[in-house]
Structure formats: C-alpha cells, structure tokens
C-alpha cells in the first residue's frame, strides 16, 4: 500500500504505539501483544492489528510482537532512525521554553536555528543557541536542507512565517501559533494549541 493511502489517523498512532513500546523496552520487555499494548494504551487490540496491517507482518498469531524488533520497524517507518535538524520561528516566551525542552534532542529532533525579527533578542543567547535574524533563515534553510521547523510567533505573524519556510524548503511545520494555516497538499503542519484541548475537555465536564 501506497503511504499516501494510508489514513493519517493510522499514521498518527504509529508514535504512541513506538513510545509504548520504548516503555516496554525500559521495563525489560521482551515480548509483547496487542492485548497488552491495547490495554496501556487504551485503543482495541483488533485497532492495533490493524493499523500494523498496514505496513506488514510484524507478528506471529499466539507468539505476539517482539519488541526490539517492532520498535525497530516502527521507527523505521516514521523515519525516526535518523537524526533531523528542525528550525525554530520566534524566541518568545513560547520559541524559550521550546528551545529549552529537551525531550526533542532526545528523540533525534535537533533545534539547529533560532530566529526571530526582534532587534532586541537578535545575538542573545538563548540556552545554548544564539538567536539568529529572521532574514537569514530563507538562506540557512535552503543551505542546509532542513526540513523540518516549529512555529512559534504570535498568530497575525504565523502565516507569513509559514509561506517562507515553504518556499526555502522545508515540508513539515510543527506549529504553536493559535490559528490554522493555509499550505499546499505536500506540506504537513500539526497545531499545538493547548487552549482548544482545554476547550476539548470542558465540554465533557458536569
């Protein structure tokens, strides 16, 4: 199956199952099942099945999956065994605490670039990255092939940002800004907007 025929609320559980699966592993896990991973997970078994489906044979019936290889494969198929460079927009207080979290570098995604338009920020540290001005980003980008970049500016700024990270290259736009951007078809953007998940959440509330 073409990746493109794939749903991409398949593709967006590929990491849960992966980060389940490195728990396992930590826990020295050989062996797992759907049941099991369905169980910490939350998600059916038969789901489990199939969304591995997709993409082979991972498993053999009353044997389960083993672990090192599944998150291998897993992996794999998101292309997360290697490392990326990712460029980061806006070194506010938001672009700070995404420069300062760790938890990218640990999973092979390595801020390489910090911009930002303000005079005042521009050649300050910022951790241990120096902000860089935003005009230089569109040469830095194409330079170094970086595909991957975090918007992080406030909204009325967002799509602008976005169209020249399209156009010096970049395809995948994790984006912080509290509104909805228009890319082309290639381009994929996820939205980090805590206030609509907070939003999500009260509905259910009594």
Do not use: C
């Amino acid at each position: 199956m073409a990746s493109n025929d794939i749903p991409d609320i398949v593709i967006s559980r590929l990491p849960v199952y992966l980060r389940a699966l490195e728990r396992l592993a930590q826990e020295d896990h050989e062996v797992t099942s759907s049941h099991e991973l369905g169980k910490r997970l939350g998600i059916s078994s038969a789901q489990i099945r199939k969304d591995l489906s997709h993409f082979g044979g991972f498993g053999k019936q009353g044997t389960g999956y083993k672990i090192a290889y599944l998150r291998e494969q897993l992996r794999q198929v998101l292309k997360v065994e290697r490392e990326w460079q990712v460029a980061l927009i806006g070194a506010g207080d938001l672009g700070s605490a995404v420069a300062r979290y760790r938890g990218f570098a640990e999973r092979g995604f390595h801020i390489t670039h910090v911009f930002d338009s303000s005079t005042e920020k521009i050649g300050r540290s910022l951790g241990t990255y120096r902000i860089q001005p935003i005009d230089q980003a569109p040469r830095i980008l194409v330079e170094e092939e970086i595909r991957i970049a975090m918007i992080a500016v406030p909204a009325e700024y967002a799509q602008g940002v976005a169209e020249m990270l399209i156009a010096a290259g970049v395809r995948a736009i994790l984006n912080y800004a509290p509104i909805n951007l228009n890319v082309p078809p290639e381009v994929h953007v996820q939205y980090i907007d805590p206030v609509l998940h907070l939003q999500r959440m009260t509905y259910y509330l009594t």
